[in-house]
């Protein structure tokens, strides 16, 4: 779940998301809506329905032979065991940068499908900033402690063709547009953009540079969900 590109939020949740990568949508109050976490059972869910919206993220292809992790109580445990090296999952809000208005939103789903290199590489930090939400960490503390992690290379270096999937028609980024469009991101050590002509006119490519996790993210939009039916041509869907 990531941070806003050209009004797109969750780093994915959408990841943003976002992560997100997250779309947030025209301008919002400067009010914060979410200025502290829920009660933990607002982000839970029950099992079998978040085993199906984590493969929702990806075509069945990849999906139905990948690893599934749910949120419980204590943290993020495989549900599914995998046999291809994808990783589904829902993330929820703190997957995006601490400053997302929509970061404790309870109500924030981010199914992603990320593909060996980035199941290994880039995940274990989404899954570390949970263990610090749930010990009742500040958004300052999980800034400073996941930053001492990669310091200090308890979390692993990103590796090359790190990146995932983010089809799902039931992604809710953001109390803004709820579906997004589906998606592909990548993720790159550093601040990249430059490097695939990232935002620039007649580029396909949207970029964000994510300090907290030292990446950057692009977002590459494609035509259709996961089960194959054309996504919407408007930029601001549902």
Known sequence: MHKSVKQVPFKSLGLVLMLATLSQAGAQSNKEPYPAMAPLAQY???RDAEIALARSAAPASISDNAEVMVLGPQGYTTAVKGTNGFL??????WAAATDYRDFWNPRLRGPLCLNPPAARSFEPIYLMRTKLVLAGKS????????????DKKELPALEPGAMCYMLSKQQYLGDGPKSWHPHLMFFV????????????PGSPVMAANFPEERATIFMVLVSTWSDGT???ADEHTH
Do not use: F, N
């Open 44 to 46: 839970l869910m029950d």
């Open 88 to 93: 589904c999952i829902v993330e929820r809000g």
């Open 139 to 150: 958004k300052k503390q999980i800034v400073e402690e996941t930053g001492a992690a990669l």
């Open 189 to 200: 050590s550093g601040d990249a953009a430059k490097s695939w002509g990232a935002d620039l």
């Open 230 to 232: 054309p996504a919407p």
